[in-house]
């Protein structure tokens, strides 16, 4: 006979269940709720029934207010990606201002975008305790404040400080939340809710815009009126309202064969104790949950998959370890692409109106490369071929580097220019889909944050670099030889591995 207090009580069922690996139980998926129903009083002895309930989340609304956000975030991307992808203006009228080398001059106007990838992971720990909104208002405040101290410093120290610095950390918070936020109101349409979301179609507008800011307005007026579009942020930043509680559908609860095969689990963990038989009440009832929403749910990835990943368990994956290699090598080029194509224009006698166009030809093919090789790579066809779709594309972008220098007019410069930032858009896009295919969905939140942080620590390397090459050489053609082979050698580093796990025997 099992005394009273040999019985697990319901705080201490519930307390386990709410412990370590059962979290996973009552995710956004389902809700596991394990209970004792044991009267009041009466002695039940080892049969007690365990009742499991799972509580199923309706989907999201898939409309709605949701194409409020969609529209919102689409604003805040055009803002984000239209001065970041003016780096290169932004060199122009820096060096004409301050004669400072091109190495620095190239950091500086680079280190924002690589800010906004390094820091992604701490973005998300702020949205995750403050939500939305407040993470986007602060971002763009400091976005605001990055460009009036900018438009009041008189040397490149104080440059670093507001526009590398202060806007890099802001863009930092304003463009996670902006992606994640539409996420959380589509679920069917979602892919198509994120896309419209992320392709900052207008972009292209602001390089002319910029252009005609600074001829139109000088130096501080220029970057006055740019602190005032960015506040326009939070005016969409507001609009940020948190998606409303899901509400639960209750299932049927466990009939009773399943309580009984749920307490049969947890009785056949007994031990032996010193006093005879005692009950491993923790992590007896934890398996007989955990058991119970496995058996009911085989396909949930919350369940099956409770444990957290490491960085060193995900990095054995040789495809995708090569993969952030690529990436790594790659951004050390797409960043410098940016900075460097109206400086290139400059060295082959292009006006500065003219490369302005060049630059917002640039982003419009990105901004439809995000959409058409993202479309290509989805067809029925290809689908199965995807990662070695995309490594053949990051090939092209390497090969459509090196051949920017050979390039001697307007209308060259143009076209090539388009062809990169088609590809350009390609790869940006389907990253995080080439991860999930490579690791499994399940694993693509850990995934995507490493992924972030090499391409964040290639930002830094690359301008830099490139820089250094045109402050020796006195033209930048080496700098874009250099990134295009650093392109190509990240993108055969990735075929090997995909070669290797194609020819695995099955």
Known sequence: MTNDNEQPTYRAIQQTIMSTDEEACISESFHL??????????????????DCEVDEPELSPDGGWG?????????????????????????????EAFQQ?????????????????????????????FSFRPVVLAGAILMALGMLLTGFASNMALIFFSFAIVEGLGMCLVYSPAVVIVGKYFTKRRGLAVGIASSSFGSFLFPTFIEFAFDYYGYM?????????????????????PP?????????????????????????????????KELSEQPNERTACHQECVRRFPCNRSCLNSSKLTVSEIMRDSRFATFCVAMFLFSIAANSAYAFIPLYAKQINITNSQSTYVVAITILA?????????????????????VLAYNVTLLLVGVTYLCLPSTSTFVQ?????????????????????????????????????ILMLFQGAGSFVGPPISGLMKDLTGNNNDGFYFGGVTTIVGSLIFAGANSVHHCKPM
């Open 33 to 50: 709720k394990c209970t004792n129903e044991e009267e009041s009083g009466k002695d039940k002895g080892d049969n007690y029934p365990i």
């Open 67 to 95: 194409w409020v956000i969609v529209f919102s975030s689409l604003m805040i991307h055009i803002i984000l990606f239209g001065i970041e992808k003016s780096s290169g203006i932004f060199f122009l009228k820096f060096d």
């Open 101 to 129: 080398p091109a190495s620095i001059t190239a950091w500086v106007t680079t280190v924002p975008g690589g800010l906004r990838s390094i820091l992604g992971p701490l973005c998300s720990l702020l949205t995750n305790k």
């Open 221 to 241: 007026g220029a970057f006055l009126l740019l602190s005032g579009i960015t506040l326009n942020i939070i005016v969409c930043g507001s609009l940020f309202t």
């Open 244 to 276: 409303p509680e899901r509400k639960l559908r209750r299932r049927q609860k466990t009939s009773q064969n399943e309580k009984e095969t749920a307490q049969h689990l947890i009785r056949s963990q007994r031990q032996d104790g010193d006093n005879g």
């Open 366 to 386: 990105d901004g439809l490369g995000k959409v058409c090789v993202g479309a290509l790579l989805d067809i029925r066809l290809v689908k199965p071929y995807r």
């Open 413 to 449: 410069l143009c076209c090539v220019s388009s062809v990169f930032g088609l590809l350009f858009g390609g790869i940006m896009s389907q990253k995080s889909v080439v991860a999930a295919d490579i690791l499994g969905v399940d694993k693509l939140a850990d995934a995507f944050g």
